[in-house]
């Protein structure tokens, strides 16, 4: 690899990079609210996200304590019940994972890790994310309007979500959650549309799409799935909005409520499943694949070896993407469809599992003999391998069409994709903010609350879904607010929910102590200096820390060799940074 | 859903198209660069404004495809019956055709730097696509007035929707084109509309193609070849 001949002269030929016009910021206003960097506007959506997750938080403990001790707080009925269920899954999947994942980490590391100087639409950009908070807002407003929020579940099947029997349903919350669901998909399609372009474009002298991070091959794959994919949403949500509104029947059937005939007819309520599913699917993997990518590089840097199977690891993680796209109808199982249907969909959601698995072996032997730095990123990214892996086995069972009717209306479902899509990627969310903190801030987070944190968050997640699995094959239903005396449910179920309830309010009071080290951490942390973990990416070589405007000094880098390059054999450190040439003995210390 | 299908795999022919010649089974780890070779640019020579559209379009694509997912699963349902179609869609089709043509005329005059006949051109394409928005609204009042109102059967409800978020499409690009047009009417340097002429006119082509594929499914061309699909997959 880096052999290092003697005797080469250090002047290393200029290699010129056509420049970009930059846009510069003239006020206050548009240097830190309505700014075009898109470091800043990272920074607005993962703060937006961050927030509107605790709320979600909130809202899991609210139902945590209503199913463990039931009356307990007078203000739960089954109404809010079911508005704190939908609130909690559409703000966890979509304003909270996706938005921070794609929004957040996409915006701030496209470009640095590229060697660009920003996106290539700006303008674009900053009204993604202003489009992002509208949608988030009115979300949110729908806890204010009389009836509140929608209680239709995070899917909004309907006829059920547009009807007087569920809550928001007949009121202001279903057409404020479609009116967001809306708003959110335009938003992102304009920053989508940047994220993709850039890569595309963005890419400095050197920077072939063999050498670029895994991290960006993550993200860029989930971009460009979550292009395609969120449209249907968009056409679900439209033709809804037209059914609750101007009562037309695209998925109305012929329906009698409170005795009366409504004048809603013929429509096709699988229709809206199809179009959401096949949405919902890929969503799973556009939260997924960046996660993947980030975690790659995490323990890469983290145990000093180059990332095992590269190319299969890009091959796999375009795979995942394209197939996610015909594996919808496994959602649908119980819906009454064609048997022949099911097979051909139980067969393509199990072949998906073999690229994972690739991806999996593959960290697994990165690991193998590294020198593994047990450091707050690592910690993550070794608890997001368990989890992805336990919470993977479990959709082998889910994905047999046998094994998954009399499971699909139990608590193992909610077990299996709290831990495959809840619990893994957040610990990556916490691996990866741990990991660019230093770089957003210039200061390092403290070590023992960061501990901590991992430890009461990483066990407290297992003490919580390891039980539910169990009451899953048990029988235990979800969905419901009360269990009340049921026969085939024995009281040790009770015993069990007070448990993963006590469980939950301690892994949700944990994440207060992140957000203090967050807060506190960035004046009192030690200096991080420009690369602290010794990475060869490009982000961690910009000439100031945090990145000025602009990311590079008066030249932009030129890359000339992958991102993987630790414990190099005969190289004077451990690790090359991918701007430094082959032979060249002096390795460039980035000034901080 | 099978057309949604069809359409993302005409995508990933694409995709796949342009993946072949990013040298993805090189192996990175054998191939740094040393200082005396200088690493190869690696964007492409295409403006990037270009690519962005061609990849926004894709996404329209996808959205319009969609909606005609939705809009053979929704027919094959019992109480649907098809909605007459008003005769002003066939002039309505016209002006938007000639829309797409006097852009395309704009295009080639660009180059050849001939600003009077540019002027000319982008004015009468600006002129036609209103026209086309205008006369959209008369085919709403006549179906209105005909009794064919929104909620009234899914086809009537489906011929609004669609054509409805066709015209707000319509309308984006007519905003986009104005700023052009008042750029050369205050004399900006040709050189610097071309891009912005040649993007207008590509998302022109691309409107007028979903059109007449709308057009076609409302008139009812597509219902056999539709039929003879659904014998083929069962």
């Known amino acids: 690899m880096a052999n290092i001949p003697a005797g080469i002269d250090d002047t290393v030929p200029l290699a010129e990079v056509a420049d970009v016009e930059l846009y510069h910021p003239k006020s206050w206003w548009t240097t830190y609210v309505f700014s075009q960097d898109a470091k800043v506007i990272a920074i607005q959506y993962s703060l937006t996200a961050i927030s509107i997750g605790f709320v979600a938080l909130v809202l899991s403990w609210l139902m945590r304590i209503q199913l463990a001790f039931p009356g307990a707080l007078s203000f739960i009925d089954a109404e809010h019940y079911y508005q704190f269920i939908t609130m909690h899954g559409m703000i966890m999947v979509i304003y909270l994972l996706t938005a921070l994942f794609l929004g957040g980490f996409g915006n701030y590391l496209i470009p640095l890790m590229l060697g660009a100087r920003d996106m290539v639409f700006p303008y674009a950009n900053m009204l993604s994310y202003w489009l992002y908070l509208l949608a988030v807002l009115v979300l949110v407003a729908g806890f204010f309007v009389p009836g509140g929020p929608t209680g239709a579940g995070w899917t909004l099947y309907p006829p059920q979500s547009i009807l007087s029997g569920t809550p928001g349903g007949k009121d202001w919350g279903i057409i404020l959650m479609l009116t967001s669901l809306i708003l959110f998909i335009i938003g992102f399609t304009m920053g989508g549309l940047n994220y993709v372009v850039t890569v595309l474009q963005g890419r400095t002298r050197g920077m072939t799409l063999m050498r670029m991070p895994l991290t960006i091959w993550g993200i860029f794959t989930a971009t460009v799935m979550a292009l395609l994919a969120f449209p249907a949403l968009f056409v679900a949500s439209v033709m809804m909005l037209f059914d609750r509104v101007l009562g037309t029947s695209f998925f109305m059937p012929t329906i009698v409520e409170m005795g009366e005939h409504l004048k809603n007819g013929g429509g096709s309520p699988i229709l809206f499943q199809h179009l959401f599913w096949f949405f919902g699917h890929p969503e799973v993997y556009i939260v997924a694949l960046p996660a993947f990518g980030i975690v790659s590089d995490l323990i890469s840097t983290h145990a000093r070896k180059n990332i095992f199977g590269y190319r299969m690891m890009v091959w796999a993680i375009v795979g995942i993407g394209a197939l996610s796209f015909v594996v919808w109808a496994h959602h649908m199982y119980v819906s009454g469809m064609n048997p022949k249907f099911g097979f051909f969909f139980a067969t393509t959601t199990l072949i998906i599992a073999v690229p994972t698995a690739i991806k999996v072996y593959n960290w697994v032997l990165t690991l193998w003999r590294g020198d593994i730095h047990l450091t707050l990123p690592m910690l993550f990214a070794l608890g997001f391998m368990v989890t992805f892996v336990n919470g993977g086995l479990t959709g082998l069972f889910l994905g047999n069409v046998v094994v998954d009717v009399p499971l699909a209306k139990t608590l193992f479902v909610v077990a299996h994709f709290h831990m495959v899509m809840g619990v893994a990627p957040i610990m990556v969310v916490f691996g990866a903010i741990c990991h660019w903190y230093p770089k957003v801030t210039g200061r390092m987070l403290d070590e023992t609350l960061g501990r901590v944190h991992f430890f009461v968050t990483f066990v407290g997640a297992y003490a919580i879904f390891f039980p539910m699995h169990y009451l899953g094959l048990l029988g235990v239903p979800r969905r419901y607010s009360e269990l009340g005396d049921t026969a085939f449910i024995p009281p040790s179920v009770q015993a069990l929910n007070e448990f993963i309830t006590i469980m939950a309010l301690i892994v949700g009071a944990a994440q207060i102590l992140f957000l203090f080290n967050l807060a506190w951490s960035l004046r009192r942390g030690k200096e991080a200096g420009g690369n602290p973990w010794r990475a060869t990416t490009l982000e961690w070589q910009t000439p100031q820390t945090p990145p000025a405007h602009g990311n590079w000094g008066k030249e932009l880098p030129v890359v000339y060799r992958w991102a993987y390059d630790y414990s190099v054999p005969g190289a004077a450190q451990d690790f090359i940074p991918q701007n430094q040439p082959n032979g060249d003995r002096i390795s460039r210390e980035p000034a901080s | ?234």
Not at chain 2, 123 to 135: D, N, R, S, Y
Not at chain 2, 170 to 181: A, W
Not at chain 2, 212 to 221: P, Q, S
């Open chain 2, 1 to 234: 859903m099978s057309t949604i299908l069809v359409f993302l795999a005409g995508l990933a022919v694409i995709i796949t198209w342009w993946m072949a010649q990013q040298r993805l089974s090189s192996k990175p780890w054998l191939e740094a660069n040393g200082i005396h070779d200088i690493p190869v640019l690696t964007r492409s020579a295409v403006a990037t404004e270009k690519i962005g559209l061609g990849v926004f379009l894709a996404i329209v694509g996808a959205l319009f495809t969609l909606f005609i997912s939705a809009y053979f699963m929704r027919m094959g349902l019992q109480d649907w019956w098809a909605i007459p179609l008003p005769r002003i869609l066939w002039l309505n089709t016209g002006m938007l055709v000639i829309g797409s043509a006097a852009l395309h005329w704009a295009k080639m005059e660009v180059v050849r730097n001939n600003g009077n006949a540019l002027k000319l051109a982008l004015v009468t394409a600006l002129a036609a696509t209103t026209g086309f928005l205008i006369g959209q609204l008369f085919a709403w009042k006549e179906l209105v007035t005909a009794g064919y109102v929104i909620a009234d059967n899914p086809a009537n409800s489906f011929f609004y929707l669609i054509t409805g978020m066709h015209g707000l499409h319509i309308l984006g690009g007519l905003f986009v084109l104005s700023r052009t047009t008042s750029r050369v009417w205050e004399g900006a340097a040709l050189a610097k509309v071309r891009l912005s002429t040649e993007l207008c006119t590509i998302y022109w082509h691309f409107m007028l193609v979903v059109w007449l594929v709308l057009f076609a499914l409302f008139a009812g061309w597509a219902n056999d070849f539709v039929a003879i699909c659904r014998q083929v997959l069962n």
